[in-house]
């Protein structure tokens, strides 16, 4: 339950204003059909959250505890800097990606895309490296991100306009900056 509860705070957290919830604002927007657009954030997401799990669970096996928490540690140090630079602009690329497809292929192949390589599939990674069920980090990710993504889906032009993406930014810089030092000391819980 644990590996459960903290995959799916701290990917939540990790996901708050990231250029995907920025992607599920503009494929919202594009289609405007809130229900096939949340189906393929969701069947992306969770593809996405399966490879980074077992990665994560087979790199995990070959980690000691002091190497762990040290690579976590770094790790989310690496994520709070991460959290302060500036999102490059994914609209064009992304216009790519859709082109005629209907709304839950385009969102899921754009989003599975956009998640290749992004700080929640690293976090996802390492959460699984942690603790020694991947069944639990994926569902607890893959929960994280659709409920972060939600609120872009369905509400997503009224709340772009009240929150700008720094602040959001700097919040989850400070969220990954104190998780550091909690996993540095040993204070994995969230």
């Known amino acids: 339950m ?3 509860l903290a995959s799916f705070g701290i990917v939540f957290l990790a996901e708050l204003g990231d ?5 599920s604002l503009y494929l ?3 289609y ?5 657009v949340l189906g393929g954030i969701f ?3 969770l593809a996405s959250n399966v490879v980074a799990g077992l990665f994560g669970h087979w790199i995990g096996e070959y980690l000691t505890p002091d190497i762990l928490r040290w690579t976590l540690t770094l790790s989310f ?8 630079l500036p999102e490059k602009e994914d609209a064009e690329q992304t ?3 859709v082109g005629h497809r209907g709304a839950f292929v385009g969102t899921l192949l754009s989003f599975f895309i956009a998640e290749l390589g992004d700080k929640t599939q690293i976090v996802t990674a390492a959460l699984s490296a942690r603790y020694n069920s991947v069944v639990m980090v994926v569902a607890g990710a893959t929960a994280g991100m659709m409920v972060a993504n939600l609120p872009a889906v369905i509400g997503g032009h009224y709340f772009a306009g009240k929150v700008p993406s720094r602040i959001a930014n700097y919040i989850a810089a400070v969220i990954f900056a104190v ?3 909690l996993t540095y000391l040993g204070i994995e819980r969230f």
């Open 43 to 45: 069947v992306a997401t």
């Open 179 to 181: 998780q550091a030092v």
């Open 19 to 23: 250029k995907t919830q920025f992607l």
């Open 2 to 4: 644990e590996a459960l």
């Open 95 to 97: 216009r790519r990606h």
């Open 28 to 30: 919202a927007a594009t």
């Open 77 to 84: 140090v690496a994520f709070a800097i991460w959290a302060l």
């Open 32 to 36: 405007r059909n809130p229900i096939p």
